[in-house]
């Protein structure tokens, strides 16, 4: 399946800081990924999709001004955790339509 | 929406015996039906996936069974090793791509030496 590296592994930030987390598909141009969130010691929650040059679509409960989305090309998408809090820290992975996971992001907010 | 159930929540197994793991779906227009293994701190490892146009598919050690009448499907390990020790989630999708996965809530498989 197609490679997806997502970056950083892990990051620590302080509440009310923003943080981008990256996830890039290293060998397939992807006009579509999928951002999951996952809470310790439960399952995987679809967040959103981005679409390469247009807006993503949030699932229902996400707040689209929280957690931006921008898919600027055909192998970059981006995350940002905007006016992060302690609830934020959670595993952040994307997928692109493979549904090949990135190795994610473990997000720490103190 | 699609609604994804998995069974057991935990399951421990001797080394060399078989595990099973069952999934119901809910929405009969899913097509597609992956499994992942997922090791402490790491992302999802997909194992072994499953077309609705198939009832079975078989890679070495791991199968995976298909019933759309009665939308179910289970992952069989067999010969377990104390590798095969993780949380492995089933998932659903329609939409050939185009739609996110769906995931089960995980069961914690414990491999007895």
């Known amino acids: 399946g197609a490679v997806v590296s997502q970056h950083p592994s892990w990051v620590i930030c302080k509440s009310g800081t923003s943080v981008k987390i990256e996830c890039r598909s290293l060998d397939f141009q992807a006009t579509t990924m999928f951002w999951y969130r996952q809470f310790p010691k439960q399952s995987l929650m679809l967040m959103a999709t981005?679409?390469?040059?247009?807006?993503?679509?949030?699932e229902q409960g996400v707040e689209k001004d929280k957690f931006l989305i921008n898919h600027a090309s055909l192998t970059l998408s981006t995350l940002t955790v905007t006016s992060a809090h302690p609830e934020d820290s959670s595993f952040y992975i994307c997928?692109?339509?493979?549904?090949?996971f990135g190795s994610g992001t473990r997000l720490t907010v103190v | 929406g699609e609604n994804v159930e998995q069974h057991p929540s935990t399951l421990s197994v001797q080394e060399g015996d078989s595990a099973v793991i069952k999934c119901t779906y809910s929405?009969?227009?899913?097509?597609?039906f992956p499994w992942y293994k997922q090791e402490l701190g790491k992302g999802p490892q997909l194992i072994i996936d499953?077309?609705?146009?198939?009832g079975e598919k078989k890679d070495q050690r791991i199968a995976v069974t298909l019933n759309k009448t009665a939308k179910h499907f289970s992952l069989h390990i067999t010969e377990t090793q104390p590798e095969d020790s993780a949380v492995y989630f089933c998932a659903a999708t329609g939409g050939g791509g185009a739609d996110g996965l769906t995931f089960g809530k995980g069961t914690h498989l414990i491999i007895q030496p």
């Open positions: 929405d009969s227009a899913s097509n597609y």
């Open positions: 981005s679409n390469e040059g247009s807006k993503a679509t949030y």
């Open positions: 499953i077309r609705s146009n198939v």
């Open positions: 997928t692109q339509p493979g549904y090949t």
